[in-house]
Nanobody, 122 residues
Framework: QVQLVESGGGSVQAGGSLRLSCAAS????????MGWFRQAPGKEREFVAA????????SYANSVKGRFTISRDNAKNTVYLQMNSLKPEDTAVYYC???????????????WGQGTQVTVSS
């Protein structure tokens, strides 16, 4: 029902910034809470950020609070993750996700993108 495609990943130096985008197809985008997860090699997938379908509430993993900002533009069917002050430990594949439950996005999602690589060099 919802197809997700991430973009904007790349390689940056520590302290740099990147903005990830997730383009969603489908006419029901605005009905879904959206989120970002990441997975580093050898580590489990972890929650990064989530936003309600209206964009009125957001949540973040403690490790990224104050550095990352999630936002959405429902008119463009797109969700963003602005990442500032990047650290080497932020290196991971970042996945866009959608779920009809904002709460569920702390642990899982109904739909997933293919992922985009973010590499932060020290």
């Amino acid at each position: 029902q919802v197809q997700l495609v991430e973009s904007g990943g790349g390689s940056v130096q520590a302290g740099g910034s990147l903005r990830l985008s997730c383009a969603a197809s489908g006419r029901t985008f605005s009905n879904y809470a959206m989120g970002w997860f990441r997975q580093a090699p050898g580590k489990e997938r972890e929650f990064v950020a989530a936003i309600t379908w209206r964009g009125s509430r957001t949540s973040y993993a403690n490790s990224v609070k104050g550095r990352f900002t999630i936002s959405r533009d429902n008119a463009k069917n797109t969700v963003y993750l602005q990442m500032n002050s990047l650290k080497p430990e932020d290196t991971a594949v970042y996945y866009c996700a959608a779920d009809d439950s904002y709460t569920d996005l702390r642990t899982e999602a109904d739909f997933w993108g293919q992922g985009t690589q973010v590499t932060v060099s020290s």
